[in-house]
């Protein structure tokens, strides 16, 4: 279990990140845009976890586009790999360690919080958009 744990939590982010969005991400974006190379990431990397399902891959693949968004705000796979560990942390550690209701309960806190960061983001892009298209820059 502990190396479980270890693999979850340090190897499989680092490993994860630095081909997604180190080499798959950035390679992308360079032959097309942020966009594309982060639809094209996400959906690798959610196929890589095809393992546990098509749940499993689409969950992925939602977990890929929200790394490619933090890489590309970033600009650090450190900040991706630290967001990685913590939803492994989430998917294997807390797992195990609580009842099942108590796991959903965490996940959908969650899921909330980055429901109401997207849309916060949302509102400050649009907004700056707004601005900066009033003020004839564009």
């Given at each position: 279990?502990i190396?479980?744990?270890?693999?979850?939590l340090?190897?499989a982010p680092?490993?994860?990140?630095?081909?997604?969005r180190g080499?798959?991400?950035d390679?992308?974006?360079k032959?097309f845009n942020a966009k594309?190379?982060?639809?094209?990431?996400?959906?690798?990397?959610g196929?890589?976890?095809f393992?546990?399902?098509?749940?499993q891959?689409?969950?992925?693949m939602?977990?890929?586009?929200?790394?490619?968004?933090c890489y590309?705000?970033t600009?650090?796979?450190?900040?991706c790999?630290?967001?990685?560990?913590?939803?492994?942390?989430?998917?294997?550690?807390?797992y195990?360690?609580?009842?099942w209701?108590a796991f959903v309960l965490?996940?959908?806190?969650?899921?909330f919080?980055?429901i109401?960061?997207?849309?916060a983001?949302?509102i400050?892009?649009?907004g700056?958009?707004?601005a900066v298209?009033?003020i004839?820059i564009?």
């Open positions: 279990i190396y479980e744990f270890i693999t979850a340090i190897i680092i490993y994860e990140e630095l081909i997604f080499v798959i991400y390679d992308t974006k032959l594309i190379a982060s639809l094209v990431s996400s959906i690798l990397f196929l890589m976890h393992n546990g399902g098509y749940l891959v689409t969950v992925t939602l977990d890929g586009l929200l790394l490619a968004y590309e705000k600009q650090s796979l450190y900040a790999i630290l967001l990685h560990s913590l939803n492994n942390f989430m998917s294997v550690v807390i195990r360690l609580l009842d209701r965490l996940t959908l806190i969650c899921a919080a980055c109401i960061m997207l849309i983001e949302g400050r892009y649009f700056r958009r707004k298209t009033e004839g564009n």
